[in-house]
T-cell receptor
Framework: DAKTTQPTSMDCAEGRAANLPCNHS???????VYWYRQIHSQGPQYIIH???NNETNEMASLIITEDRKSSTLILPHATLRDTAVYYC?????????????FGKGTLLTVNP | EPEVTQTPSHQVTQMGQEVILRCVPI?????FYWYRQILGQKVEFLVS????????KSEIFDDQFSVERPDGSNFTLKIRSTKLEDSAMYFC???????????FGSGTQLSVL
């Protein structure tokens, strides 16, 4: 699986957009970019995933660069409840590449 | 939103004892997983399960571990003879499609004394 690089921590003001970057320069053509988050002491929560097109759902938007070597997760209006560790994970489809390999992620702190 | 439920939320056991952690996956999901997280460390894959068989397991998942879907709704993780280093938060997860959009439970905190 492609390795990802994320900042260790970020801060965001409540109500503002939170933009979380992820580098995955070794991603291959059939690998997807997934984002999960883990609020303290809870199980990981799926947020969004994409292959090459930008994606949006009720939780967030995912912007993937044209070369697919990096992506940004956008939480449009961050709330205090969005404080969590955010994981960017690259996974292949099929075979044995489906396992989520969690790194250290980015600790996003949303401040009042 | 549907959810994965895990019981108990906390389990304390003596070293060498057997423990069974229980999970009820989302009803229409076909793929089931166990992950664990030792305090302060990363979330780690243990095992995946499909069609009443283990699909894949990590090197952590040794002979002391087993999984079972005993009745079509529950999914269990058994540790036969617990060790101190088995102390961790254990997360169950399920999905409709292999590896896609996993739903995680809130975990069982296992403490081995």
């Amino acid at each position: 699986d492609a390795k990802t690089t994320q900042p260790t921590s970020m801060d965001c003001a409540e109500g503002r957009a939170a933009n979380l970057p992820c580098n995955h320069s070794t991603i291959s053509g059939n690998e997807y970019v997934y984002w999960y988050r883990q609020i303290h002491s809870q199980g990981p929560q799926y947020i969004i995933h994409g292959l090459k097109n930008n994606e949006t759902n009720e939780m967030a938007s995912l912007i993937i660069t044209e070369d697919r070597k990096s992506s940004t997760l956008i939480l449009p209006h961050a709330t205090l409840r969005d404080t969590a560790v955010y994981y960017c994970i690259v996974i292949g489809s099929g075979g044995s590449n489906y396992k989520l390999t969690f790194g250290k992620g980015t600790l996003l702190t949303v401040n009042p | 939103e549907p959810e994965v439920t895990q019981t108990p939320s906390h389990q304390v056991t003596q070293m060498g004892q057997e423990v069974i952690l229980r999970c009820v996956p989302i009803s229409n999901h076909l793929y089931f997983y166990w992950y664990r997280q030792i305090l302060g460390q990363k979330v780690e894959f243990l095992v995946s399960f499909y069609n009443n068989e283990i699909s894949e397991k990590s090197e952590i998942f040794d002979d002391q571990f087993s999984v079972e879907r005993p009745d079509g709704s529950n999914f269990t993780l058994k540790i036969r003879s617990t060790k101190l280093e088995d102390s961790a938060m254990y997360f169950c997860a399920s999905s409709e499609i292999l590896g896609v959009r996993l739903f995680f439970g809130s975990g069982t905190q296992l403490s081995v004394l």
